[in-house]
């Protein structure tokens, strides 16, 4: 059974991992981050002192087998879903999509906050995955040299 829970630093070093994943940073084009970077990173969300939200997906077997971040902007909530290259093509990542929308509308449903993600347009896995947990796209947006879907939450 897959569940979220928020992020602990304790979790760092698997975060960490799953962040550093070679198919991860294709998909999502992130750099190579030191362990100190993301030990920063974690300990800034857990501390309350971003305006972010990091959850861990986690398998009652296998055990973490991805994160979710949620960045806030005003009346935007952006989403972001990495599921770990082992763990992928089981359906994790459109489960670990629906869990963390719940998440998010259960916290913020009086205050209709808008929930998008933002996928390089290449990633047809995870634009299919977000499609079959209730999103629709809604545009496009160039950054540097890639091409992303914006799809919201509707």
Request: hydrophobic share 35%; charged share 25%; net charge neutral.
């Amino acid at each position: 059974m897959l569940s979220l829970k928020t992020s602990k630093i304790a979790d760092t070093e698997t975060i960490w991992h799953l962040r550093n994943d070679v198919a991860t940073r294709r998909e999502l084009g992130l750099k190579l981050i030191s362990y100190s970077e993301c030990l920063d990173w974690v300990a800034n969300i857990v501390e309350g002192k971003s305006k972010e939200t990091l959850l861990i997906a986690k398998d009652d077997k296998l055990g973490i087998v991805g994160f979710v971040t949620l960045q806030y902007d005003n009346d935007v909530a952006h989403i972001g879903v990495s599921i770990g290259s082992a763990f992928r093509g089981r359906g994790y990542g459109q489960h670990t999509i629906k869990l963390a929308t719940e998440y998010e509308m259960g916290l913020t449903r009086p205050m209709n906050r808008r929930l998008l993600a933002h996928i390089r347009s290449e990633n047809y896995k995870a634009l299919f995955a977000f499609e079959s947990a209730g999103y629709k796209e809604i545009g496009m947006d160039k950054q540097e040299q890639h091409e992303y879907f914006i799809y919201e939450y509707k």
